[in-house]
């Protein structure tokens, strides 16, 4: 079954680093042209997008984490990455990964869980 696998969530002190990875296991050659990002959701809160990384390489960020968190991707590893630093108990959510291509491609991780302790 293709799916995105996420990894490398955890808990870590206010302060801290982390860093998510997402593998996308699609066996066709498509993933440099999709569109990746992290989204996250805390409890009682809507999903929110945290930050995208575009077939070019061009980002965007949610307000809330610019200037803190990276995102990037490796095209031959079809792995994308969220590098998060300085991280503060808001940031503790369930991030989830998510690929999109124009109309015909909707995907989403399972989630890895991020806490944040002060």
């Known amino acids: 079954q293709v799916q995105l696998v996420e990894s490398g969530g955890g808990v870590v002190q206010a302060g801290g680093s982390l860093r998510l990875s997402c593998t996308d296991s699609?066996?066709?050659?498509?993933?440099?042209?999709?569109?990746m990002a992290w989204y996250r959701q805390a409890p009682g809160k809507q999903r929110e997008l945290v930050a995208g990384?575009?077939?070019?390489?061009?980002?965007n960020y949610g307000d809330s984490v610019e200037g803190r968190f990276t995102i990037s991707r490796d095209n031959r590893k079809k792995t994308v990455y969220l590098q998060m630093n300085n991280l503060n108990p808001e940031d503790t959510a369930v991030y989830y990964c998510?690929?999109?291509?124009?109309?015909?491609?909707?995907?989403w991780g399972q989630g890895t869980q991020v806490t944040v302790s002060s």
């Open positions: 990384i575009a077939n070019n390489h061009n980002t």
């Open positions: 699609d066996p066709t050659n498509t993933f440099s042209i999709n569109f």
């Open positions: 998510h690929a999109r291509r124009g109309t015909v491609l909707n995907r």
